[in-house]
T-cell receptor, first 113, second 111 residues
Framework: KAGVTQTPRYLIKTRGQQVTLSCSPI?????VSWYQQTPGQGLQFLFE???????NKGNFPGRFSGRQFSNSRSEMNVSTLELGDSALYLC????????????FGQGTRLTVV | KQEVTQIPAALSVPEGENLVLNCSFT??????LQWFRQDPGKGLTSLLL?????REQTSGRLNASLDKSSGRSTLYIAASQPGDSATYLC??????????FGTGTRLQVFP
């Protein structure tokens, strides 16, 4: 069974640009969550999607958004990139919301210059 | 607000030692606790999941215990190996419907 797949693995963007990250959950998993990991803040929850609806949202500005498709694949978008957005973005999948556990992908390393 | 703390922040030990990594959380109303391993620049690998009704879980050389009432979990690594070098993260799942992570313990096992 394939794990959580995130693409691309690495990205370099310029301040002010926008970026889209993709996540394919484990087959049969319908809940996808996104986390941001930085050396200073650790792992922070961005948002969770289930049945193409955002169920839960962390404390991030509106520049961070996401969506989920009918096949459970999810995308995360960051607009007007700032240097502070440089981070490892991790996607996690669970069978359903409130499952109480998650499996993570390898992450997308975003560098904003 | 749930807060998760891991002690120590870093640990360097010779190969073969038995290790204990600690995780504490402020709100005991959790459903599950999950231990992860993260290699540099990589994603998270789930090691052990302890449900709130359980007291411990074992996988190979790893054993994790959970004491909900005191808000503590420990990860025991037996006979450590250089390949165990990584950052270990604990995370709790409570009524906020998301994982709350600790700051991690960076482990180095040298030959």
């Amino acid at each position: 069974k394939a794990g959580v797949t995130q693409t691309p693995r690495y990205l370099i963007k310029t301040r002010g640009q926008q970026v889209t990250l993709s996540c394919s959950p484990i087959s049969g998993h319908r809940s996808v969550s996104w986390y941001q990991q930085t050396p200073g803040q650790g792992l922070q929850f961005l948002f969770e999607y289930f049945s193409e609806t955002q169920r839960n949202k962390g404390n991030f500005p509106g520049r961070f958004s996401g969506r989920q498709f009918s096949n459970s694949r999810s995308e995360m978008n960051v607009s007007t990139l700032e240097l502070g957005d440089s981070a490892l973005y991790l996607c996690a999948s669970s069978p359903t919301p409130s499952q109480g556990y998650a499996f993570f992908g390898q992450g997308t390393r975003l560098t904003v210059v | 607000k749930q807060e998760v703390t891991q002690i120590p922040a870093a640990l360097s030990v010779p190969e073969g030692e038995n290790l204990v990594l600690n995780c504490s959380f402020t709100d005991s109303a959790i459903y599950n606790l999950q231990w992860f391993r993260q290699d540099p620049g990589k994603g998270l690998t789930s090691l052990l999941l302890i449900q709130s009704s359980q007291r411990e879980q074992t996988s190979g050389r790893l054993n994790a215990s959970l004491d909900k009432s005191s808000g503590r979990s420990t990860l025991y690594i037996a006979a450590s190996q250089p390949g165990d070098s990584a950052t270990y993260l604990c995370a709790v799942w409570g009524n906020t419907d998301k994982l709350i992570f600790g700051t991690g313990t960076r482990l180095q096992v040298f030959p």
